[in-house]
T-cell receptor
Framework: SQKIEQNSEALNIQEGKTATLTCNYT??????LQWYRQDPGRGPVFLLL???NEKEKRKERLKVTFDTTLKQSLFHITASQPADSATYLC???????????WGAGTKLIIKP | EADIYQTPRYLVIGTGKKITLECSQTMGHDKMYWYQQDPGMELHLIHYSYGVNSTEKGDLSSESTVSRIRTEHFPLTLESARPSHTSQYLCASLSSGANVLTFGAGSRLTVL
């Protein structure tokens, strides 16, 4: 079955450094992967979508990569700030394109 | 800012009570979803709707029911709440032609 795996351990990063989060998927490569941010007690907020034929996608300080050989997506936040502290979720579409399979998320803590 | 609203945000009730979690969106999206999320865990789809008068159960077995009488409204009902229903319930919507979910802020349910 299709799965999304994210590092369950919290990631502690010093302010100003680059944070890198990993998302691994199983089975065939999805048409796209999505990254969301979730703050405590809130719903996820969409950040970036990267398609299978895109190697890299950027949005301001965010960068996402998609490696179909490694079956992996990396999510980078450059010049990290304490306000970037949150849980980051990775998701892929199911066979039905209107539903997603979610990872459990990685909690990112940016220390001043 | 998300245009999808969930009420109540927090609810503490006793076992056996009937509850309805409200979800409304003003974006005219035809596809709507209910997810259940426990702390540190992935989102699990419990119900979805692809349009008015269309509802389906998701992957996670749930004793709740939903209705979709109007495009903008997708309430979730528990006829008899139990402590095992204690969780965070997230409502989301998806516009036709897009692959990105917009989430509400969530309803945190505690059943004593």
């Amino acid at each position: 079955s299709q799965k999304i795996e994210q590092n369950s351990e919290a990631l502690n990063i010093q302010e100003g450094k680059t944070a890198t989060l990993t998302c691994n998927y199983t089975n065939y490569s999805p048409a796209y992967l999505q990254w969301y941010r979730q703050d405590p007690g809130r719903g996820p907020v969409f950040l970036l979508l990267i398609r299978e034929n895109e190697k890299e996608k950027r949005k301001e300080r965010l960068k996402v990569t998609f490696d179909t050989t490694l079956k992996q997506s990396l999510f980078h936040i450059t010049a990290s700030q304490p306000a970037d502290s949150a849980t980051y979720l990775c998701a892929r579409p199911m066979d039905s394109n209107y539903q997603l399979i979610w990872g459990a998320g990685t909690k990112l803590i940016i220390k001043p | 800012e998300a245009d999808i609203y969930q009420t109540p945000r927090y609810l503490v009730i006793g076992t056996g009570k009937k509850i309805t979690l409200e979800c409304s969106q003003t974006m005219g999206h035809d596809k709507m979803y209910w997810y259940q999320q426990d702390p540190g865990m992935e989102l699990h789809l419990i119900h979805y709707s692809y349009g008015v008068n269309s509802t389906e159960k998701g992957d996670l077995s749930s004793e709740s029911t939903v209705s979709r009488i109007r495009t903008e409204h997708f309430p979730l009902t528990l006829e008899s709440a139990r402590p095992s229903h204690t969780s965070q319930y997230l409502c989301a919507s998806l516009s036709s032609g897009a692959n990105v979910l917009t989430f509400g802020a969530g309803s945190r349910l505690t059943v004593l």
